[in-house]
């Protein structure tokens, strides 16, 4: 069964540090996965995306994040915090032979501080 | 780009009514539509593969007949809640595959729709 987890309900980070938001997946086949963000009461947005290529993937508002086989990790990283980036953020992958369906992990909610 | 729309942002609506969200996608053809739903700071969980043309496709545990699904046109699919029931509120949330050259089929995701049922 394909799968996404996203291990911390919630992260917190002073703002200017460096931020980590940890997914790891479970796919047979080659993974397509992606990283949403979704702002209070809104849709999501998307972030990044990893196919095939280069395993580290940049994405919008500077954000990337950092495909890794052997662990099957996609974790997202940005190298200095805004407190805007305050959010709730979402690993996906995209389920082989599905029609396109997205799997999403349970969701990380990052909080930026002053 | 890729926009999709959603209407109405919100709505509230007495138990026992209907209620119809639609989804449309703004510059591009979709074909294949997605609804979900969405807890409080919770996951999407998907509740139905909208197919232009055709019946759509329920994931296990989602009512068709309460959850009435309609993809009548490339760039319209619709949500309809029927006979809501307090339980139903929840912010739905649709997507809508990307299929022209280049876009890797990825999905576009609208703006959600909360529903309050009273």
């Known amino acids: 069964a394909q799968s996404v987890a996203q291990p911390e309900d919630q992260v917190n980070v002073a703002e200017g540090n460096p931020l980590t938001v940890k997914c790891t997946y479970s796919?047979?086949?080659?993974?397509?996965l992606f990283w949403y963000v979704q702002y209070p009461n809104r849709g999501l947005q998307f972030l990044l995306k990893y196919i095939t290529g280069d395993n580290l993937v940049k994405g919008s508002y500077g954000f990337e994040a950092e495909f890794n086989k052997s662990q099957t990790s996609f974790h997202l990283k940005k190298p200095s915090a805004l407190v805007s980036d305050s959010a709730l953020y979402f690993c996906?992958?995209?389920?082989?032979?599905?029609?396109?369906?997205?799997?999403f992990g349970q969701g990380t909610e990052l909080s930026v501080k002053p | 780009g890729a926009v999709v729309s959603q209407h109405p942002s919100w709505v509230i609506c007495k138990s026992g009514t209907s209620v119809k969200i639609e989804c449309r996608s703004l510059d591009f053809q979709a074909t294949t539509m997605f609804w979900y739903r969405q807890f409080p700071k919770q996951s999407l969980m998907l509740m139905a593969t909208s197919n232009e043309g055709s019946k759509a496709t329920y994931e296990q545990g989602v009512e068709k007949d309460k959850f009435l699904i309609n993809h009548a046109s490339l760039t319209l699919s619709t949500l309809t809640v029927t006979s809501a029931h307090p339980e139903d509120s929840s912010f739905y949330i649709c997507?809508?595959?990307?299929?022209?050259?280049?876009?890797?089929?990825?999905?576009?995701f609208g703006p959600g729709t909360r529903l309050t049922v009273t």
């Open positions: 796919v047979s086949g080659n993974p397509y």
């Open positions: 997507s809508a595959r990307d299929f022209r050259q280049g876009a890797d089929h990825e999905q576009y």
């Open positions: 996906a992958v995209r389920a082989a032979n599905q029609g396109g369906k997205l799997i």
